[in-house]
């Protein structure tokens, strides 16, 4: 079965400094992986994807995510964090679960405040 | 492109009754899926849509049902209600492909009495 860890449940981190969350998977085969963002009420939004190809992805509002096949990873970074990003980060991994079936699976989240 | 459009925003119900949600993807994708979201168990996957077919169900109860319409809208079905079903209901919609992402309404939020 595919899983994905979210270490962290809250990052804090000062406005202006570089902001990391952190994410790990496990799946069998190659897989398929996703950043979203999520502010209260309201629902997910994509940041970004990783397919294949470079390990480094960029995506909405200066966030970008480093894909690390050995390790497992994929950590989400801004390198300078603001007030407005503040919110509710998942990290997500689709895979072929079988029979060409595919699920798109999500951590716990982590809690992302950054602090003026 | 207008977005998805899930309603209604909130609902109140009591245990024992049945409730049906609605979700309208964005134009042109035929992938509807819809998530449960709670504080305890986070984002748990119920079930995905494809040309008004099923094509992957989570591990849920039968209480728990969906449909799929020819103009891809979505409805879910939730009957005899329980406390513990008391949650923000998430539908996202995407074009067909596993590298595809999933864009997401902004939910229901069920509450349960």
């Known amino acids: 079965a595919q899983s994905v860890a979210q270490p962290e449940d809250q990052v804090n981190v000062a406005e202006g400094n570089p902001l990391t969350v952190k994410c790990t998977y496990s799946?069998?085969?190659?897989?398929?992986l996703f950043w979203y963002v999520q502010y209260p009420n309201r629902g997910l939004q994509f940041l970004l994807k990783?397919?294949?190809?470079?390990?480094l992805v960029k995506g909405s509002y200066g966030f970008e995510a480093e894909f690390n096949k050995s390790q497992t990873s994929f950590h989400l970074k801004k390198p300078s964090a603001l007030v407005s990003d503040s919110a509710l980060y998942f990290c997500?991994?689709?895979?072929?679960?079988?029979?060409?079936?595919?699920?798109?699976?999500f951590g716990k989240g982590t809690k992302l405040s950054v602090i003026p | 492109k207008a977005g998805v459009t899930q309603t209604p925003r909130y609902l109140i119900k009591t245990r024992g009754q049945q409730v049906t949600l609605s979700c309208s993807p964005i134009?042109?994708?035929?992938?509807v899926s819809w998530y449960q979201q709670t504080p305890g168990q986070g984002l748990q996957f119920l079930f995905e849509?494809?040309?008004?077919?099923?094509?992957n169900k989570g591990n849920f109860p039968g209480r728990f049902s969906g449909r799929q319409f020819s103009n891809s809208r979505s409805e879910m079905n939730v009957s005899t209600l329980e406390l513990g079903d008391s949650a923000l209901y998430l539908c996202?919609?995407?074009?067909?492909?596993?590298?595809?992402?999933?864009?997401f309404g902004d939910g229901t939020r069920l509450s349960i009495l």
């Open positions: 996202a919609s995407s074009s067909d492909g596993p590298w595809q992402p999933q864009h």
């Open positions: 799946v069998s085969g190659n897989p398929y």
């Open positions: 990783y397919i294949t190809g470079d390990n």
């Open positions: 997500a991994v689709r895979a072929d679960t079988g029979a060409g079936s595919y699920q798109l699976t």
């Open positions: 134009s042109g994708h035929r992938s």
């Open positions: 849509y494809f040309s008004e077919t099923q094509r």
